[in-house]
């Protein structure tokens, strides 16, 4: 072989294990996409640290769905849901230092509901802040702050309601109350901040519009969070000749109010916008049959196959009695949300808002849209009352606890709808 040829040789020879050397590289996987951040803020510890807890399996549960299905589609690739815990303690200070962390580790998308006041505190944080640092604006999806203000006087283009606010909610109670021609005196008792006021302001007006037969013969508020004692309060609603009680309250400030009642021997009902929940039926025991009304989104024993199918995923995802917290509303927010960027083909926050503004979203038979001009989420309501396991529309219960609630009242979407005051400053 020649001198020139033995040259030839070599380079082929050195050509081919480049080339091999560059296929092997790119038959390496490309490194995933940065996952999209979630900051959930929420008391995680205290007194509502149970209800932080709640609902930190439902987003869970919800960011696994969109994660399982591939992620968040997107041109440059599919993108997980990934989200992160923050504690608020139950106070607005620790929940504006924890939006202040999120932002520092990225996060553009932040999770609240569990208070009115903090979400209040964090519509106006996030405002301020997007208008000083448009690079790292701040998109807010709130599940369970229902103070009205939130999407009337108070609305900002950068905050989304996917619950229904107090006021409508009251209005389906108020549906089943007007048909009660027995009722003829209430008692109203809430938390002392603004959605328990708001909650007893609009009890007062609707039952002047729709029951002014009804005596209000007790009306008062309550420290957040810190009675530990009802025993007073159980005391003076049945010395007050009260057939029924009308409260907002939640959490642990609901559970114990339910069982100071039962505890005294009252005897009327209660109505309720959280009272199937938490610890509530197991509290009332019997004594809450017949008795409790409570509204919601969505309810377990809604009657259809689709809604039996997702609470039996729900529970097997979450099989403990102590973990049966699931809200069809958190679920409807997160497919709300991969839908937006998926439409915008950004995870930017304003395109994403933009896109949010026009959602809508059904999962298992249950659908909702959100209005753009007041970002206050339009779904369908539903109101139950509580029974033992195994009556008549009784199929699941609550917590283990044995009783449920039985559907008796549904309240379609364009029904539930209520007028805005909201002025959208829009970016």
Same mark, same amino acid.
């Given at each position: 072989?020649?001198?020139?040829?033995?040259?030839?040789?070599?380079?082929?020879?050195?050509?081919?294990?480049?080339?091999?050397?560059?296929?092997?590289?790119?038959?390496?996987?490309?490194?995933?996409?940065?996952?999209? =951040?979630?900051?959930?803020? &929420?008391? %995680? /510890?205290?007194?509502? @640290?149970?209800?932080?807890?709640? #609902?930190?399996?439902? $987003?869970?549960?919800?960011?696994?769905?969109?994660?399982?299905?591939?992620?968040?589609?997107?041109?440059?690739?599919?993108?997980?849901?990934?989200?992160?815990?923050?504690?608020? =303690?139950?106070?607005?200070? &620790?929940? %504006? /230092?924890?939006?202040? @962390?999120?932002?520092?580790?990225? #996060?553009?998308?932040? $999770?609240?509901?569990?208070?009115?006041?903090?979400?209040?505190?964090?519509?106006?944080?996030?405002?301020?802040?997007?208008?000083?640092?448009?690079?790292?604006?701040?998109?807010?999806?709130?599940?369970?702050?229902?103070?009205?203000?939130?999407?009337?006087?108070?609305?900002?283009?950068?905050?989304?309601?996917?619950?229904?606010?107090?006021?409508?909610?009251?209005?389906?109670?108020?549906?089943?109350?007007?048909?009660?021609?027995?009722?003829?005196?209430?008692?109203?008792?809430?938390?002392?901040?603004?959605?328990?006021?708001?909650?007893?302001?609009?009890?007062?007006?609707?039952?002047?519009?729709?029951?002014?037969?009804?005596?209000?013969?007790?009306?008062?508020?309550?420290?957040?969070?810190?009675?530990?004692?009802?025993?007073?309060?159980?005391?003076?609603?049945?010395?007050?000749?009260?057939?029924?009680?009308?409260?907002?309250?939640?959490?642990?400030?609901?559970?114990?109010?339910?069982?100071?009642?039962?505890?005294?021997?009252?005897?009327?009902?209660?109505?309720?916008?959280?009272?199937?929940?938490?610890?509530?039926?197991?509290?009332?025991?019997?004594?809450?049959?017949?008795?409790?009304?409570?509204?919601?989104?969505?309810?377990?024993?809604?009657?259809?196959?689709?809604?039996?199918?997702?609470?039996?995923?729900?529970?097997?995802?979450?099989?403990?009695?102590?973990?049966?917290?699931?809200?069809?509303?958190?679920?409807?927010?997160?497919?709300?949300?991969?839908?937006?960027?998926?439409?915008?083909?950004?995870?930017?926050?304003?395109?994403?808002?933009?896109?949010?503004?026009?959602?809508?979203?059904?999962?298992?038979?249950?659908?909702?849209?959100?209005?753009?001009?007041?970002?206050?989420?339009?779904?369908?309501?539903?109101?139950?009352?509580?029974?033992?396991?195994?009556?008549?529309?009784?199929?699941?219960?609550?917590?283990?606890?044995?009783?449920?609630?039985?559907?008796?009242?549904?309240?379609?979407?364009?029904?539930?709808?209520?007028?805005?005051?909201?002025?959208?400053?829009?970016?």
């Amino acid at each position: 072989m020649s001198f020139l040829s033995r040259r030839q040789a070599v380079r082929a020879c050195t050509l081919a294990l480049l080339a091999l050397a560059g296929g092997a590289a790119s038959a390496q996987p490309a490194p995933p996409a940065a996952p999209i =951040k979630l900051a959930l803020i &929420e008391s %995680l /510890s205290g007194s509502f @640290a149970n209800t932080g807890e709640a #609902v930190f399996r439902n $987003l869970l549960w919800a960011t696994e769905r969109v994660n399982a299905r591939g992620g968040v589609k997107l041109p440059g690739g599919a993108r997980a849901l990934q989200l992160a815990r923050y504690d608020s =303690k139950g106070t607005n200070e &620790e929940a %504006l /230092s924890a939006l202040r @962390a999120a932002i520092d580790d990225g #996060v553009h998308y932040v $999770l609240q509901g569990n208070s009115s006041a903090t979400a209040a505190a964090l519509i106006e944080a996030i405002a301020k802040h997007n208008q000083r640092e448009p690079g790292r604006r701040v998109v807010f999806l709130n599940y369970s702050a229902v103070d009205p203000a939130l999407t009337n006087d108070k609305c900002s283009f950068w905050h989304f309601r996917f619950d229904a606010h107090a006021d409508m909610r009251m209005a389906a109670l108020m549906d089943v109350m007007r048909e009660d021609q027995t009722l003829k005196r209430a008692y109203l008792i809430g938390q002392d901040y603004s959605f328990g006021q708001a909650v007893l302001r609009e009890a007062r007006r609707q039952l002047g519009l729709q029951r002014p037969d009804v005596a209000i013969v007790g009306d008062e508020l309550h420290p957040v969070g810190r009675v530990k004692d009802f025993a007073p309060y159980a005391v003076k609603i049945k010395a007050s000749g009260a057939q029924a009680v009308i409260t907002g309250n939640w959490g642990n400030d609901l559970t114990l109010l339910v069982k100071a009642a039962r505890e005294v021997g009252y005897d009327g009902m209660f109505y309720t916008f959280y009272g199937n929940a938490l610890g509530a039926p197991a509290a009332l025991g019997d004594a809450g049959v017949g008795k409790v009304v409570a509204v919601a989104d969505w309810l377990p024993n809604l009657p259809t196959q689709g809604s039996e199918d997702f609470y039996r995923a729900f529970r097997a995802r979450f099989p403990q009695p102590q973990d049966d917290y699931v809200h069809m509303r958190m679920q409807l927010m997160v497919e709300a949300l991969a839908q937006a960027m998926e439409r915008a083909t950004s995870t930017e926050p304003l395109p994403v808002a933009r896109a949010l503004e026009q959602a809508s979203v059904s999962l298992y038979g249950q659908a909702g849209r959100m209005r753009a001009a007041d970002h206050q989420f339009q779904q369908s309501l539903v109101v139950g009352v509580m029974d033992r396991l195994g009556a008549p529309g009784v199929k699941f219960d609550v917590e283990g606890s044995g009783y449920g609630f039985r559907v008796v009242r549904q309240i379609a979407a364009d029904k539930a709808q209520m007028p805005t005051s909201c002025r959208m400053q829009l970016p």
